[in-house]
């Protein structure tokens, strides 16, 4: 089983930057495709950007340019943290943004929800314009 708990949402201003963060404990490893997917009012949950097992990164392209993710893998404690800068925001941004896990040995994309098998429980991003 694994814990993820986002966190570094907030408000902020059209231009303005924000850094994500997403804490995974319990049986993390370095086995895991980690994601960033967003949910807009009214809208359906969609893909952001994920990062593989071996530091690949992908992004949806309306981020590309503009956001950055990256990872740390498992330190001594047993955790590991998975980070979304985010800069030049638009207020196209805002979300609430989810940090998402998935088992994965073979080092490949993985941009559908269906495909990851834990979640964190979603922080807000609002970007004023």
């Known amino acids: 089983q694994v814990q993820l708990v986002e966190s570094g949402g907030g408000l902020v201003q059209a231009g303005d930057s924000l850094r994500l963060s997403c804490v995974a404990s319990?049986?993390?490893?370095?086995?895991?495709?980690m994601g960033w997917f967003r949910q807009a009012p009214g809208k359906e949950r969609e893909f952001v950007s994920t990062?593989?097992?071996?530091?690949?990164?992908?992004?949806?392209?309306s981020v590309k340019g503009r956001f950055t993710i990256s990872r740390d893998n498992a330190n001594d404690n047993g955790k590991s943290t998975v980070y979304l800068q985010m800069n030049s925001l638009k207020p196209e941004d805002t979300a609430v943004y989810y940090c998402?896990?998935?088992?994965?040995?073979?080092?490949?994309?993985?941009?559908?929800?269906?495909?990851?098998?834990?979640w964190g429980q979603g922080t807000q991003v609002t970007v004023s314009s």
């Open positions: 998402a896990a998935k088992r994965d040995y073979s080092g490949r994309f993985y941009s559908t929800d269906s495909d990851y098998n834990y």
């Open positions: 990062i593989t097992r071996n530091f690949s990164t992908y992004y949806v392209a």
């Open positions: 319990g049986r993390t490893s370095s086995n895991y495709a």
